[in-house]
């Protein structure tokens, strides 16, 4: 039993000769077969019953709704430059 197993599994197989096509005729195939629309589904009709409640888990697992930060203050523009070519004071020593 299992020599019959081993002959079976390590036996070549033959596959039948490939349908003759011509070179160029296959090339636009393959890439039409990967270029064209895929289709989509169709979208199925709102059913008209109540929406449906989270679940339990979703209501423990799921990401928290957070607020909005508010926007951060505007900067003077040009602060670093005034800053650098600010003339200096003498009067102050």
């Not at 979208?43 to 929406?51: I, M």
């Not at 957070?66 to 602060?79: F, Q």
């Amino acid at each position: 039993m299992p020599l019959a197993f081993l002959r079976k599994m390590l036996t070549w197989e033959r596959l039948p000769p490939p349908p003759a096509s011509t070179p160029g005729r296959a090339r636009r195939r393959w890439a039409a077969l990967l270029l064209r629309p895929e289709p989509l589904p169709e979208a199925p009709p709102p059913s008209p019953a109540r929406p449906a409640r989270p679940g339990l888990l979703r209501l423990l697992l799921a990401p928290e709704p957070l607020p909005r930060d508010p926007p951060a203050p505007a900067r003077r523009r040009g602060r670093w430059l005034a800053w650098l070519l600010f003339p200096e004071r003498l009067d102050d020593r």
